[in-house]
């Protein structure tokens, strides 16, 4: 870690937490619980989150100072073992906004005690003894449901009751990125029931892919069609796909956009994360497969709307194709980042049990 970068050998060693913990379902009631899956959402609980975020976005657009009381008194810490522009600067955002306050490692994690060595389950341990609740993004599949697992356990020992919060786990999920893609969808479509929704990309290691379909499933979404356009080697894992089907989601696979672009209510570009690549051989082969630009746009719907979850590369062609699909009505995406902000103050005014919006 010393040097910005994690051992590959050590990628799978949050795995087992995976079976070693069950994360809580909502079931109405998020005071006190730990987000690190779309799992732990129906579509009740969704509803909820969407009426608290609208009501939330209102006040925010009326400068209301009541919002400022609903984490008043009340830490959040971030912990970012990956790199993160929106996640953690919309989380810090949110917090504030919300009158609460924020503690991160004066120098970034890097020159915490990980630089010495510390592992995982004592770092959270720490960090659980000082805030409220810890926004964790690690490069290890399985790293929030250890945090998780040890926190709880650290829950028998303190006087805190620290909550962990996913910001990311490795290629496996990123819930709270779902949640306001979801939300989104909702906002502009007024409906997620009926859609036809292709993600395009990498599906193998797009964790926010492996999150929103899960979420779309979870939502048990009526007459909704999801259509996965990738390349076979980043084709969406089985495991995302079997759980997909056993909720009953309709589910086109496909390497060719234009079987589905035409019938598409919402795009999700995404980007092929090069990070997560062992062989750069094979990173470079796959890079340029599918290229959002304007003529590709051109293509779809009058009403369609596309998304991304950002950063974006040369997935979406030149700095020239970016404005020019910047100025596109139907794009979203910085609505989309907004939108971030504000889900995640309701979660957070959520989870925190805050006074209710
Ligand atoms: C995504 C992520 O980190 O998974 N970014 C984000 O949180 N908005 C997507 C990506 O990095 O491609």
């Not at 937490?17 to 730990?34: N, V």
Request: glycine content about 6%; charged content about 25%.
């Amino acid at each position: 870690m010393s040097n910005g970068t994690v051992n590959r050998t050590d990628l799978r060693q949050s795995e087992r937490f995976l079976s070693l913990y069950t994360p809580p379902k909502i079931a109405g009631e998020f005071t006190g619980k730990h987000i690190i899956s779309v799992e732990q959402f129906d579509r009740h609980d969704l509803q909820i989150l969407f009426d608290a975020t609208l009501s939330i976005r209102r006040r925010m657009r009326q400068h209301d100072r009541g919002l400022l009381q609903l984490t008043a008194g009340r830490l959040m810490a971030t912990l970012f073992y990956e790199a993160s522009t929106r996640t953690d600067l919309s989380f810090q955002a949110a917090m504030r906004h919300l009158g609460g306050e924020v503690v991160a490692a004066s120098n970034g994690v890097q020159f915490s005690s990980i630089y010495k060595g510390e592992n995982l389950a004592d770092t959270v341990r720490a960090v659980g003894c000082y805030a409220d609740v810890i926004v964790l993004r690690h490069p290890n599949v399985g790293s929030s449901y250890e945090a998780a697992y040890y926190l709880d356990l650290l829950r028998e020992q303190v006087i805190r009751q620290p909550l962990v919060i996913s910001g990311g786990d490795g290629i496996g999920e990123h819930p709270t990125q779902a949640l306001l893609d979801i939300f989104t969808i909702f906002d502009c479509k007024h409906r997620i029931d009926g859609l036809n929704i292709t993600l395009v990309g990498d599906l193998r290691h797009g964790r926010t892919v492996h999150s929103l379909a899960k979420l779309i499933a979870r939502y048990e979404a009526q007459d909704t069609t999801l259509n996965f356009v990738a390349p076979d080697e980043l084709r969406m894992p089985e495991n995302v796909l079997n759980y997909i089907r056993e909720q009953g989601i309709a589910v086109n696979e496909t390497d060719n956009l234009y079987d589905v672009l035409g019938e598409t209510d919402v795009i999700y570009w995404t980007r092929v994360q090069e990070e997560r690549f062992e062989d750069p051989d094979s990173y470079e082969a796959i890079k340029d497969r599918f290229i959002m630009t304007p003529a590709v746009l051109a293509q779809a719907k009058d009403d369609v709307i596309l998304m991304h979850p950002l950063p974006r590369k040369h997935e979406m062609g030149t700095p020239a194709d970016h404005d020019a699909l910047d100025a596109d009505p139907r794009t979203v995406y910085f609505k989309q980042m907004e939108n971030g902000m504000f889900v995640r103050m309701a979660l957070l005014a959520k989870v925190l049990g805050g006074l209710w919006v």
